[in-house]
């Protein structure tokens, strides 16, 4: 199954987050500026309004800087998307430490940010992109595969931020069995939680697996009910072209019964969030 996937990494401590999530621990050494701000902003705010400002009017370099200064403060927003600029070549030389660093720094500073902050999102996307280089390594850097630590980081996300990218990751890895004892029930239950809230790769292998009874009773109906959300939601066909693959095979092996009763349980479950 060629599900791509983004995974989220963090250390412990003695804080718990709902299902004892644990509290991360620092993750990198302080960051050396790249990008020295040839001008002096009388505030962090204004550093990031010109940062984002001059982005968006395609001057990623002058950003940078900008953002650099107000980074420096410790803004969250603008250590994401510095974050973000590295991590994917934006204006700026690809460089995925200087991503790892900046969301390291992030998640350090701000690990503790309510759930119901306006930063919340920003901070557990950090958390998000530090799982997937932790999965990996970065090749010539300190920062070495360690899927452990990568099962740590999505569980604090999934948990304590409630973040379904990082629910739809930790799924993965207990299906998989990487860093972490496979656990097909466990899978099923961070699939539910991220499909649940309209995440559609999860919907879609959630669907697969009560298609399957891969770790829950089969129900084959709701399984092609989720299968036929995550369906109606694909934007990329190339991309998600996996979706479509099991949706197919879903609905060759289903019975008219389990469509008829699939469809009726789609529209209770759309009236349901009307």
């Known amino acids: 199954m060629a599900a791509a996937c983004a995974f989220v990494l963090i250390g412990s401590s003695s804080a718990f987050a709902l ?17 020295t701000p040839h001008v002096k902003y009388g505030s962090v705010r204004e550093a990031l309004r010109t940062g984002m400002r001059d982005y968006n009017a395609g001057d990623k370099l002058g950003a ?16 994401w998307k510095l974050g973000r600029m590295y991590a994917d070549g934006d204006g700026v030389e690809h460089d995925d ?9 992030l998640a350090d500073q701000h690990a503790d940010e309510s ?15 530090l799982g997937t280089y932790f999965l990996d390594g970065i090749k010539g850097t300190y920062v070495t595969a360690n899927p452990v630590r990568a099962v740590e980081m999505f569980n604090y996300a999934a948990s304590y931020f409630s973040d379904s990218n990082a629910q739809y990751n930790l799924a993965r890895l207990y299906m998989e069995g990487t860093g972490v004892s496979r656990d097909a029930r466990q899978a099923a239950r961070w699939f539910n ?21 891969q770790g829950v009773p089969r129900q084959r109906a709701k399984g092609l009910m989720w299968l036929t959300l995550a369906r109606e ?9 996996w979706i479509e693959t099991l949706y197919e095979e879903a609905f060759a092996a289903a019975s008219d019964n389990d469509r ?5 349980l789609l529209e209770q479950y759309i009236q349901s969030r009307r």
């Open 19 to 35: 299902d004892a999530a644990p509290r991360p621990q620092p993750l990198t050494p302080s960051l050396s500026p790249v990008l």
């Open 64 to 79: 940078a800087a900008a953002l650099e200064y107000a980074a420096g403060q410790g803004h969250t927003l603008a250590l």
């Open 97 to 105: 430490l200087r991503a790892f660093e900046y969301f390291s720094r």
């Open 115 to 129: 759930p119901d902050s306006p930063n919340a999102l920003v901070v557990s996307s950090a958390f998000v992109a």
């Open 193 to 213: 939680l991220a499909a649940e809230k309209g995440h559609h790769p999860s919907q879609a292998l959630l669907g697969h697996m009560l298609m399957n009874g």
């Open 233 to 241: 939601a694909v934007t990329d066909s190339a991309k998600d072209e």
């Open 260 to 264: 008829k009763l699939a469809l009726a």
